[in-house]
T-cell receptor, first 112, second 112 residues
């Protein structure tokens, strides 16, 4: 099935610093999704990217899909304590039915 | 709308005991999923149900069974619990087009 590597595993930042997490695949992806999970909570969908080179923004969050559709990134500008949590990328399986393969996640800690 | 609900929230079992985790969604979604989440390993798909009446194995199905009782409900059964099944279990659902998945609050299971 699809494999996706997500780095870094952990990131500690001071409030106000930027943060980026990356997902990489050895195969071309049909699409990629991003989820956020607050400590003790459940994953919550952030966005889906479909097109090569796509860039989408949600306030301080910028999502990119690589030109070759093999990698993606999530960048947060000027982190806030509310950004704390684990960020996951997820890719669709080789077959249909919405099966997702999740990256290992990046745990973000923001120090005030 | 409650979205995706799961019961119980917490459970402690002894090795060899059995139990059923319940999941229900009120969004009229066709597809439902069971994941387990372990530290550093992201979310791994156990079983999924593309539509009412169908179920199929995911990445880590051993030791589990599922039942798609109707369109709303998808249960996960552990017939003989093992310590390796200590985990957090999430149920999710998605609608037509298989875009974002909606997750339940999770069940935190400990097997002693």
């Amino acid at each position: 099935g699809q494999q996706v590597m997500q780095i870094p595993q952990y990131q500690h930042v001071q409030e106000g610093e930027d943060f980026t997490t990356y997902c990489n695949s050895s195969t071309t992806l049909s699409n990629i999704q991003w989820y956020k999970q607050r400590p003790g909570g459940h994953p919550v969908f952030l966005i889906q990217l479909v097109k090569s080179g796509e860039v989408k923004k949600q306030k301080r969050l910028t999502f990119q899909f690589g030109e070759a559709k093999k990698n993606s990134s999530l960048h947060i500008t000027a982190t806030q304590t509310t950004d704390v949590g684990t960020y996951f990328c997820a890719v669709a399986g080789g077959t249909s039915y919405g099966k997702l393969t999740f990256g290992q996640g990046t745990i973000l800690t923001v120090h005030p | 709308n409650a979205g995706v609900t799961q019961t119980p929230k917490f459970q402690v079992l002894k090795t060899g005991q059995s139990m059923t985790l319940q999941c229900a969604q009120d969004m009229n979604h066709n597809s439902m999923y069971w994941y387990r989440q372990d530290p550093g390993m992201g979310l791994r798909l156990i079983y999924y149900s593309a539509s009412e009446g169908t179920t199929d194995k995911g990445e880590v199905p051993n030791g589990y069974n599922v039942s798609r009782l109707n369109k709303r409900e998808f249960s996960l059964r552990l017939e003989s619990a093992a310590p390796s099944q200590t985990s957090v279990y999430f149920c999710a659902s998605t609608g037509a087009g298989f875009s974002e998945q909606f997750f339940g609050p999770g069940t935190r299971l400990t097997v002693l």
